[in-house]
């Protein structure tokens, strides 16, 4: 797998910096004020702006990220350089090769980003989410395993409950973009939508982890900060989700997204290709799940980032013997000569970790 040229990773790292203070200023005029909220003990930044006789208040994030702190401190001073993102977004494209996404899609993305998708802690998953790793990893990826027809967006429940505050209609949000996206009734809940589909089927899902009872399993439960929307449960997203990153979806100006840490969407990957059911649509899906993962595998051995993949996958493999079997199973999908060298990859950034391959599965790799 070919990285990317240094001065291009620099570069990409430079939008999305850009792209990340010029969110951050459209959140917050300088009419505002940020103040600091005690929660259970821990410090969160809210942001207070008058409106008429009563003072809004508005959910930032917590007080121990540094890098909100550093944009509070200096809010003041950044400036929207909308003109000189676009070229440098095209640059990446153009001339690095980094991947765009289909244009519909990055509106899509982007209109929930201006309403504070990701400033209420949501997270971009799915291919679009993929699409993102290629300029924060510095390597190609295959364009055949970035297309998608639709998007998907998680956030944890407690999350949502917790942050008192909430983006606009979702569904009035991707109206904008096409009005022609309804709203599609829960199986089991007619009266909560989790999803929005538009004339062509393009399916905009909002997720979250599967909590609770098995009695509750599959139910849609209501997300106080996804502006109506609820959120459809699944198993092991709370894995995927858990501590995301930053990075830039390049459409238009460049649009500052939050993602799945790649080395959680691998492993995650292999896990959900497992449970694909086996008809034409399913094997499709698992084919592609797969393909993913063992291309961000690759990608973080050619980073040198083997440690941050054994990490992880070391903490699937101990949550039980049913994410052991999913792991396993979804390995089994692979060619041969690419589950070894996945092997191979994994014992060693298991052995870097101090970790025994093992006790991991990992006992037929090369020594």
């Known amino acids: 797998m070919k990285e990317i040229d240094l001065a291009y ?3 990409f790292a430079e939008v999305s910096q850009r792209s990340l203070d010029a969110a951050f200023q459209s959140d917050f005029p300088l009419d505002g004020r ?3 909220v005690p929660v ?3 410090g969160y930044w809210y942001f207070d702006q008058r409106q008429g006789d009563k003072v809004i208040r508005r959910y930032v994030g917590p007080h121990s990220d540094p890098e909100i702190a550093k944009r509070v401190e200096a809010f003041r001073e950044i400036k929207d350089d909308l003109k000189a993102r676009r070229k440098l977004v095209s640059t990446l494209t153009r001339e690095a090769g980094l991947p765009i996404p289909e244009r519909f899609t990055g509106d899509i993305v982007e209109a929930l980003a201006d309403a504070g998708f990701f400033r209420v802690r949501g997270v971009l998953v799915g291919t679009v989410a993929f ?9 190609r990826l295959p364009s055949a395993s970035l297309q998608t027809g639709d998007a998907d967006f998680a956030q944890f429940h407690s999350i949502s409950a917790a942050v008192d505050d909430s983006i606009p209609s979702a569904l009035e949000l991707i109206r904008k973009v096409d009005p022609s996206f309804r709203e599609v009734p829960h199986q089991l809940d007619s009266r909560s939508s989790t999803a929005f589909e538009n004339k062509t089927r393009f399916k905009v899902e909002f997720l979250t982890p599967n909590r609770g009872s098995a009695d509750h399993e599959g139910q849609p439960a209501d997300m106080p900060a996804l502006g109506g929307a609820a959120a459809q449960p699944l198993r092991f997203l709370d894995f995927l989700i858990y501590e995301p990153v930053r990075s830039l ?3 238009r100006n460049g649009v500052a997204v939050t993602v799945p840490a790649p080395e959680r969407y691998a492993v995650h990957k292999m896990i959900v290709a497992s449970r694909r059911r086996a008809d034409g649509g399913g094997s499709l899906k698992r084919d592609k ?3 993913q993962a063992d291309l961000l595998v690759e990608a973080l051995a050619t980073t040198r980032r083997q440690s941050d993949l054994a990490l992880v996958f070391a903490e699937a493999w101990k949550r039980g013997p049913a994410w052991r079997e999913a792991i396993a199973t979804g390995m089994t999908y692979l060619p041969a000569t690419r589950a070894g060298q996945m092997r191979e990859i994994l014992t060693v950034g298991l052995r870097d970790i101090g ?3 093992d006790r991991y599965g990992m006992a037929t790799a090369t020594s």
């Open 9 to 11: 990773r620099t570069l």
């Open 34 to 36: 940020f103040v600091t």
């Open 40 to 42: 259970k003990g821990r």
């Open 131 to 139: 699409q993102c790793y290629s300029g924060l990893l510095g390597v």
């Open 249 to 251: 979806l390049l459409h």
């Open 289 to 291: 799940d797969i393909r």
């Open 355 to 357: 970790e025994n391959p």
